[in-house]
Every structure is written in structure tokens, then in C-alpha cells.
């Protein structure tokens, strides 16, 4: 009886063990994200680049301020210690230095495309940061904008449209957005000759294969350079084998309802059949010992 018991036990263990050792309910201690930050000064110096956001300060939470210290970590040639810099004052946090720049109160700085009201908001998983620096610092002039979409996927030769919106203020200093008009659309930082018109609308075709970046200038407004970013496929050519399907291609699991990547829910079944054979080891103990 006591061989089973004593074997029952290590059973258990030996489950527990495996279905924490998997991460399935494990918790990570430390606050992490992931997040796109995009840098300027006049010119883009970040575009949309991934950034692992920890809470380097451990105030228990995840700020502005720590996905930008991240990024200068991450990016910036001598990291934070370099690049960046912060001070309280009468209105809290705010930055001294960005990206080497040494600005006083000339800076700025966006959570998808809606003003931060300061450094210590939070920042989520998956959201974008915009910060930089003012060209202006007599009136700060710079107009942040930003196109509808963060990100396009298409084919080489294929045409995008895109929107380009401009933040600014009413007569009574509410935040609105204006189309950004007559604003000249670059890629990789190359003028096309093509503009936005009154709706801040632009079309524009995709010769090139590969990652680019599309921003825009302007002649008449100091614009915050505004980022998509494109994956450019190259263009299918005759005789290629186009019957193969997307869900082909993929191996991940497929939900049945929805056909989307079944991971998730791949796991939950695995950690729900862990629980049944660890509720039957249990089971099997309180009966050796009732023996």
C-alpha cells in the first residue's frame, strides 16, 4: 500500500511539474510588451521597428517612458544611457533628450495617432509610438499626421491607396484631424512626384519587391514624417504553380468554425486532458489510502 501511495505521489509530481514546466499556466513576473515605435527629427530615424518593452523602472507597470527607454536600448548607439533623458518638473515627467537631441520642452509624442497627456501613460501590446522632435521651436509648427493604415501587403505592380490625416485644433482648442492635403508621398525617403488631394487621399503602385517605407513632405506645413510600412511580394510569373492555397501552405492547425490558426485552442485541449489525468492520479491516491 505505501508502494502506492509513494508512486501515486510521484505521479502527480511528476504531471504538475510537466504542465507548469510548459508555460501553459505559468506567469511571467515580469511586465513585457510589444510594441512599433517610430522616431523623428525633421527626418525619420525609427520606423515602426519593434520594440520589447520591459518596466525598467519597476513601478509595475508598462509607460511611455519605458518603451522609449527601451527603444534607445534597443536602437540608439550607446542605448538610453546616451540617447535619452527625463526630468521631473511642475508638469511631471518629461523628456530632456531624444535620440541624442537635446530639445527643452520641444518634443512630442503619440499612442496610435492620439496625443499622450504624459510620459507615464500606459502603453499595450501591439501599440504604436510615435515620438519627436520639434524642427519649430519658436512655434511649433510640426504637424503630426499619419496615413489610415499602419501596414499594406501587395504584390509588385499592384496600386494602394492611402489616407493622410493631420491632427490639429479647433477655435476652442479641441483636438480634431484635417486631411492632410498636397503632402508629396516618399518611399524609402524618394520623392514619387505624388501627392495627397483635398481628402488626403493618395494612390500610388508598388514596383518594388521587398520592406518600404512610405512617408510623406510637405511644401507648405513642417510635417512629423508619417510611417506605413509596405511588404512588397514580387509579382507572379506565367507557368508558376498558383494552385496551392493559403490554408495548403500553412501547417497550423485550423479552427473548424472559423479556419483561423488553432494554436490557442490546441493548447486549452492539451491543458484540459493534463487536468483529467492529474484528477485521476488524485483520484487513485484517496483510494490507496481509504485502503
Known amino acids: 500500500m505505501k508502494i502506492r501511495k509513494t508512486f501515486a505521489a510521484a505521479v502527480i509530481a511528476a504531471l504538475l511539474l510537466n504542465l507548469f514546466g510548459t508555460g501553459v499556466f505559468a506567469a511571467d513576473d515580469a511586465l513585457s510588451a510589444n510594441v512599433f515605435m517610430t522616431v523623428a527629427n525633421g527626418e525619420l530615424l525609427l520606423a515602426q521597428e519593434p520594440v520589447e518593452v520591459t518596466d525598467y523602472n519597476s513601478d509595475g507597470k508598462l509607460t511611455i517612458d519605458d518603451a522609449l527607454y527601451a527603444a534607445h536600448e534597443q536602437y540608439y548607439e550607446g542605448g538610453a544611457e546616451a540617447g535619452y533623458g527625463t526630468e521631473y518638473g511642475q508638469y511631471g515627467l518629461s523628456i530632456t533628450k531624444l535620440w541624442g537631441a537635446e530639445n527643452g520642452s520641444g518634443f ?32 511649433y509648427s510640426d504637424t503630426y499626421c499619419y496615413f489610415d493604415k499602419n501596414t499594406v501587403s501587395a504584390k509588385a505592380g499592384e496600386e494602394v491607396t ?127 489510502y481509504e485502503k
Open 162 to 288: 492611402l489616407t493622410l490625416s493631420a491632427a490639429g485644433y479647433d477655435d476652442q482648442w479641441n483636438p480634431i484631424t484635417v486631411p492632410a492635403e498636397n503632402a508629396e508621398i516618399t518611399v524609402n525617403g524618394v520623392k514619387t512626384g505624388l501627392k495627397t488631394d483635398k481628402e488626403g487621399k493618395v494612390t500610388l503602385k508598388l514596383d518594388t519587391a521587398g520592406a518600404l517605407v512610405i512617408s510623406a513632405v510637405s511644401e507648405d506645413t513642417v510635417l512629423v514624417p508619417p510611417v506605413c510600412r509596405a511588404s512588397v511580394s514580387a509579382a507572379e510569373t506565367d507557368g508558376a504553380n498558383n494552385n496551392t492555397s493559403e490554408d495548403e501552405k500553412d501547417d497550423t492547425p485550423k479552427s473548424p468554425v472559423t479556419g483561423e490558426n488553432n494554436t490557442a485552442a490546441s493548447v486549452a485541449v492539451l491543458s484540459a486532458a493534463m487536468l483529467a489525468v492529474i484528477c485521476l492520479a488524485v483520484l487513485t491516491l484517496r483510494k490507496s
Open 108 to 139: 512630442g509624442y503619440y499612442v496610435n495617432n492620439v496625443s499622450a497627456y504624459s510620459l507615464t501613460d500606459k502603453m499595450e501590446d501591439g501599440d504604436y509610438l510615435t515620438a519627436f522632435v520639434y524642427t519649430d521651436t519658436l512655434n
